[in-house]
Structures are given as C-alpha cells and as structure tokens.
C-alpha cells in the first residue's frame, strides 16, 4: 500500500512553498510527491474560469520540474507528475521520472497515452471521467494500473458508491473528498493506492486546498495504512 500526496498546484507557484509541501509529505508518510505538468494556455479555458490566472501562475517551468525532480530525489521520495502534452513527457524523461500519471481528463489523449507508452515506463490513470463500461484498452510496456475517482470536486461520500468497486481490478482510489475517511474506507476494501490533495494549510488560496488533507491527516492516514497491513 503507498500513499500518493498530490501537491498539484498547492505550491501556488511558490517553489519554497513546493519544498516544504515534499518535506512534509515525505516526513508524515507519503511515498509520493506529485506534481501537474501542463501548459496553462492549452489546457485551461480563459473565458468563464474563475482560475485562468491562478492556473498560469502553477503553471510549471522546465527548470521548475528539474528543481522539484532533485528536491525529490534529496528527501527520498518519488517524484511523480500528471502530464497533459508530448512535449512535457520529455521534461520527464530528462529527470528520470519513474511512473506517470494520466489524469482523468486525459484518457482519451490517445497521442499522449502512445507517447507515455513509448517511454516503456508504468502508467497509472485515473478513470474519473470514463464512461465505459469496460476499463480503455491502454497499454504500456511497463505496465498500466487504474484508479477509481470520481470527477467532481469536492466528492459527497454518497456519490462514491463503493460496493460498486472492484479494488481487485482498480489499483487504488484518487480521492477528491473532504478528510480522510474516504481513503480508509478504500484502503480497507482493498485499495493498494492512494492518491489525495495535499497542503500545509486548507485555507490558503487556490481550488485544491480547500479539499485536501493536511500534514496531520496525512499522518493519521499513514498510521491506518500501517495498522491495516498489520491486522490483514
């Protein structure tokens, strides 16, 4: 079981802030420190979002990733990142990034996907705004895990509908909900992933802080995953 601290966009640009997220995250028990990697101005609409400035502001620099790849590599945890264009996989492979992930709004990039594949490396994809009723048919020499979301932010615990999911065939479980009580939930119905927002305070500016855990959360997250391995 590993737990995944999605920091996101949490840093607000502030690459000290960055550190310390992977610090903390690192120190209360994730054994990954995530990022977005993503060109704001393609991905992000600008008429209607409230964000735009905010999304351009985390937008991640080259140089950025390859500060937060050794900041990583220094505090002995995983670098990991959600990649939304070919030319960004490339930035990844410069720093050897081990794993990607294909967010939910990816999934049918299917020139992303065959250029993740190409890397040979393992892919996790979140499945949040699929639709199938089969798992998509992606490959990766490497490997390809799933992880069950559900694309709404914040999630309700009465839109996750558990009894639903198979945790012997998804991977894990990328949680949009408030606390942690979802994520246990999921760890003990099988779930051998966990991926969550995480910051060092919920009332910082920015869409994702709001719902993600804290430091402490974080520890008491990894004390039930701990306590769990234990009892089973």
């Given at each position: 079981?590993?737990?995944?601290?999605?920091?996101?966009?949490n840093?607000?640009?502030?690459?000290?802030?960055?550190?310390?997220?992977?610090?903390?995250?690192?120190?209360?028990?994730?054994?990954?420190?995530?990022?977005?990697?993503?060109?704001?101005?393609?991905?992000?609409?600008?008429?209607?979002?409230?964000?735009?400035?905010y999304?351009?502001?985390?937008?991640?620099?080259?140089?950025?990733?390859?500060?937060?790849?050794?900041?990583?590599?220094?505090?002995?945890?995983?670098?990991?990142?959600?990649?939304?264009d070919?030319?960004?996989?490339?930035?990844l492979?410069?720093?050897?990034?081990?794993?990607?992930?294909?967010a939910?709004?990816?999934?049918?990039?299917?020139?992303?996907?065959?250029?993740?594949?190409?890397?040979?490396?393992?892919?996790?994809?979140?499945?949040g705004?699929?639709?199938?009723?089969?798992?998509?048919?992606?490959?990766?020499?490497?490997?390809?895990?799933?992880?069950?979301?559900?694309?709404?932010y914040?999630?309700?615990?009465?839109?996750?509908?558990?009894?639903?999911?198979?945790?012997?065939?998804?991977?894990?479980?990328?949680?949009?909900?408030?606390?942690?009580?979802?994520?246990?939930?999921?760890?003990?119905?099988?779930?051998?992933?966990?991926?969550?927002?995480?910051?060092?305070?919920?009332?910082?500016?920015?869409?994702?802080?709001?719902?993600?855990?804290?430091p402490?959360?974080l520890?008491?997250?990894?004390?039930?995953?701990?306590?769990?391995?234990?009892?089973?």
């Open positions: 079981m590993e737990i995944i601290a999605e920091i996101g966009q840093h607000n640009g502030d690459m000290q802030l960055a550190r310390r997220l992977i610090a903390e995250a690192k120190a209360t028990g994730a054994a990954v420190a995530k990022f977005q990697v993503y060109d704001a101005r393609a991905l992000f609409p600008k008429e209607g979002n409230e964000w735009f400035d999304n351009c502001k985390t937008e991640l620099s080259r140089s950025d990733v390859e500060t937060l790849a050794r900041e990583c590599e220094g505090q002995g945890i995983e670098f990991m990142a959600s990649v939304f070919v030319e960004r996989v490339g930035w492979e410069d720093v050897g990034m081990r794993r990607y992930k294909i939910s709004r990816s999934v049918r990039d299917r020139e992303l996907i065959e250029t993740v594949a190409e890397t040979g490396k393992p892919m996790l994809v979140s499945l705004m699929w639709d199938g009723s089969e798992f998509p048919k992606l490959s990766s020499p490497g490997g390809v895990e799933y992880l069950y979301c559900v694309s709404k914040p999630t309700e615990m009465s839109d996750l509908h558990f009894s639903k999911v198979d945790f012997s065939r998804y991977a894990g479980f990328s949680d949009h909900t408030i606390g942690i009580e979802a994520a246990t939930i999921a760890l003990a119905r099988g779930a051998r992933i966990i991926e969550k927002h995480f910051t060092l305070d919920k009332t910082m500016h920015g869409p994702d802080h709001s719902g993600s855990m804290t402490a959360e520890a008491a997250l990894f004390r039930f995953q701990n306590n769990l391995a234990l009892a089973l």
